[in-house]
């Protein structure tokens, strides 16, 4: 932990300002006091950077890495001030300087590493093993444009480029000394040698090479400093045999060469509408696992005499859902081609280091590739996987009779494509969900099959959020009173939040508790109207979605309601009505037209509800555009409802229901993912539970679903907005939403919208019912928090660390 007096600290920045960037602090701007402060930081945790590792060499303890094509890590500033243990006293400083430290903390890019709750996820997880002194480590690609900056341009999704790496990115090192060669294409030759094994030759292949970027993990108050290593694609040039760039004649072809291998690490999903995109996708994949893989083994073989017979007792890797799938074929082939290990052994070894987490039940989302295209860009990964569902295949035939009829579904290879799911399976030692729910549809559903054939594999391991940022840095004033209340220790020990359930029927506390909300309620009031020039109620329930857009999370649901409501206003201004401030964030795929739609309904409806003065500002909406993790930051803090509504047994597990729960909104959502988890902790009187079943949808789409028209015809409510979408019959707004409308009639709701309306509407009366009682909904409130606890990360990481990985504490 760094010992920094205030003085000490504000020297240390006046001095970085006059030698770094030659300016006195009268002249420095936000940036450069950012730039400063960072630099700063960098000289006090690199020592234990460095120790860290040495630590981690001497003791030669087991390590995990953690494969993942995402990891949105947010600004690092504020965070590691905080694990550092010098927060407050930078914050002072900072004032006594005469600047705002939000404004230099804002000066820092969000990195554009990730797009939802898949990379979060591994941020917080990467905080965990720090915090916890766990040997854990991130491996991911250091892409120079995040997934993109939205705006929204009457009314629609407009994508910008994220360039996010435009200024100088102060926590990354550059460790080319540690860059490997990575090949594509090519062609493999087959030889006997003399013992009679098999050898293969890779030859005339496209090499990459992959150059690491390091950046420092710190774990909160305890000097342990782990690694997030991302990979740049760069040329690998050939010797030009002494000419200079003007005598040679491939210049201009090297250059476009060098452009389309750096377009590896270019972009966060590249547009896959075309085979050059699908394929740009799978080089990424290839090129994240084969960098990741044979540094791990560099560094095992650096720090361990053994043979790599022995890899499973010093490394587990995780693969974060489908995306890393192929380490495990290149696991093999640097196993079998450079370590002349037999299939047998490389096999042994390779099924006991990996292990696969599932995020999704979606079958869209499990992704499978042309089995053509993956032979011509990896020759040799292709063999491997052939041979692995060659062996795979014939094992069910000939020891699981009651499984043959099952073998093309089960197979790695069927219908002309690569399935990675099935891949990830055969080939790991674990298989985990993440929400107990969705453990049992992926054992009872989804991959019922694998679950018969390797049960012991199968495990859950509910997802989790790190505390430290979402409550302590998000959410001082709540963190600071928590604390006063009962005592510090539950910062290293977030279970212990649950010691406020001894005062969650205290009046007084209670009123302390809302007043922390309300002024944070204020701060995104204010922010709401510097971004929008919007003026919302403070004392309306702040009802907030903020996540990705997809029509299973049914932000649709959520604006249908709006629409209800506006329309029950305008026939009746005066009825008794709490005001409400619906509040939005996400972003849309850009090539995914219905959740575009959806983004330019919710505006439609804002541009109109936002001016109505006959509604009298009792219902105000709110999309705030280029949501990402600092804007996350701003909005949770203030959420009175957690809008958690996916169809039941469509969301795997959310975190986002977590997040807003341990900053005391309180949860209106189906029993899907985690909320089930959360209410059995809370109770139904301490949440608003509607809808279908994960068991009711399942039956559904098992029978052919329902027939949406039978409610539209017998429910005068949707009925009219339906109608109002199709005819554009909003105001003045000559708007229509057909494509919507015909997705909801005549595709019959695939995600249940119009059946879960009417429940959806009583949890909205029940949950007004309780705000407008503010004892009942601030111990409703804080009950939230003090259950909150069992949602942190470091409660998952312990689990994955005991359960799965075998790992033991540095």
Not at 102 to 127: P, V
């Amino acid at each position: 932990m760094l010992q920094l007096t205030a003085s000490d600290l504000k020297e240390q920045i006046i001095n970085k300002l006059m030698i770094d960037r030659g300016i006195e602090v009268s002249e420095a701007t936000g940036k450069d006091v950012y730039y400063a402060l960072t630099s700063v930081v960098n000289e006090k945790i690199t020592p234990q950077w460095f120790q860290t590792d040495k630590k981690y060499k001497s003791q030669n303890n087991k390590q995990v890495y953690y494969l993942s094509m995402e990891f949105l890590i947010g600004r690092l500033l504020e965070s590691n001030l905080l694990n550092c243990g010098i927060l407050d006293v930078t914050n002072v400083v900072l004032e006594e300087l005469g600047f705002n430290p939000s404004e230099i903390y804002a000066a820092e890019h969000d990195a554009g590493l990730g797009n939802g709750g898949l990379g979060r996820l591994a941020a917080c997880f990467l905080d965990s093993l720090a915090s916890l002194n766990y040997p854990g480590h991130g491996y991911g690609i250091r892409y120079r444009y995040g997934l993109f900056e939205q705006r929204i341009i009457h009314g629609n999704q407009v994508e910008l480029p994220d360039y996010w790496l435009k200024d100088p990115y102060p926590w990354e090192t550059r460790n080319e000394k540690e860059a490997v060669v990575i090949q594509f294409h090519g062609d493999v030759h087959m030889f006997k040698r003399n013992d009679g094994t098999l050898e293969f030759k890779y030859e005339n292949t496209d090499k990459v090479m992959a150059v690491p970027y390091d950046i420092p993990i710190l774990g909160y108050e305890n000097e342990v400093v782990n690694t997030l290593r991302l990979w740049s694609a760069e040329a690998v040039f050939q010797d030009n045999k002494g000419k200079s760039i003007g005598e040679n004649k491939e210049f201009y072809r090297d250059l476009d060469h060098q452009h389309s291998i750096e377009q590896i690490s270019g972009f966060l999903y590249p547009d896959d509408s075309s085979h050059e995109g699908r394929e740009l996708r799978l080089k990424q994949q290839y090129f994240l696992v084969s960098s990741s893989i044979q540094n791990i083994i560099k560094y095992y073989k650096k720090t361990n005499r053994k043979s790599l017979s022995h890899l499973p007792e010093k490394v587990v890797v995780q693969i974060n859902d489908t995306h890393p799938s192929l380490a495990i074929p290149e696991m093999m082939r640097i196993l079998m081609d450079e370590e002349r290990f037999s299939w047998d052994a490389a096999w042994k070894v390779t099924t006991n280091v990996f292990a696969y987490t599932n995020h999704t039940t979606l079958s869209e989302a499990l992704e499978t590739w042309p089995k053509d295209m993956l032979q011509n860009l990896l020759p040799r990964i292709y063999m491997i996987i052939e041979e692995i569902n060659e062996r795979f295949c014939k094992d069910i035939w000939l020891h699981h009779e009651e499984l043959q009829h099952k073998v093309h579904e089960m197979a790695i290879i069927a219908d002309d494509r690569v399935h990675m799911a099935r891949l990830a399976i055969v080939g790991s030692f674990s298989i985990n969900g993440v929400a107990r729910i969705h453990t049992d549809i992926l054992k009872k559903q989804e991959m019922k099959t694998f679950y018969s054939l390797f049960p012991e594999r199968f495990n859950n391991k509910t997802n989790g959020i790190t505390h430290r940022r979402w409550l302590l840095q998000a959410n001082p004033e709540l963190a600071k009173l928590i604390t006063d209340v009962i005592g510090p220790q539950w910062i290293k020990r977030p279970k212990q939040l649950i010691s406020l359930l001894k005062y969650s029927n205290d009046r007084s506390l209670l009123e302390k508790f809302d007043q922390v909300k309300h002024e944070n309620k204020n701060a995104l009031s204010n922010y709401i109207y510097q971004q929008t020039g919007i003026l919302i109620d403070n004392q309306s329930i702040f009802d907030v979605q903020i996540k990705r857009l997809h029509e299973y999370k049914r932000q649709l649901l959520n604006i249908f309601h709006v629409i209800y409501l506006y329309n029950e206003l305008k026939e009746n201004p005066n009825q008794d009505l709490t005001p409400r401030t619906f509040i939005f964030g996400a972003k849309a795929a850009p090539s995914y037209h219905m959740a575009k739609e959806v983004i330019k309904l919710i505006n439609t409806v804002a541009s109109i509800v936002n001016y109505d003065k006959d509604i009298r500002g009792k219902l105000k909406v709110i999309f705030l555009e280029n949501y990402n993790v600092s804007l996350a930051e701003k909005i949770i803090p203030a959420a009175d409802i957690s809008e958690q509504i996916s169809t039941a047994s469509k969301e795997a597990s959310g975190t986002g229901n977590m997040k807003m729960m341990m900053n005391g909104a309180l949860t209106l959502g189906t029993l899907d993912g985690a909320n089930i988890e959360i209410n059995d902790l809370v109770g139904n009187q301490n949440m608003f539970i509607f809808g279908l079943t994960s068991d009711q949808v399942l039956n559904y789409y098992q029978n052919g679903g329902y027939n949406a028209r039978d409610i539209y015809n017998t429910d005068d409510r949707i009925r009219r907005i339906l109608d109002q979408l199709n005819q554009g019959e909003f105001g003045i707004h000559d708007i229509e939403f057909k494509d919507i409308y015909y997705n909801i009639l005549y595709h019959n709701d695939p995600y249940f919208v119009l059946k879960d309306f009417e429940p959806y509407l009583e949890a909205h009366e029940l949950a007004e019912r309780a705000y407008r009682d503010r004892a009942t909904w601030m111990n409703m409130s804080v009950t939230n928090i003090a259950y909150s606890g069992k949602f942190s990360s470091d409660q998952t990481i312990q689990e994955y660390a005991t359960d799965i990985w075998k790992i033991k504490r540095g």
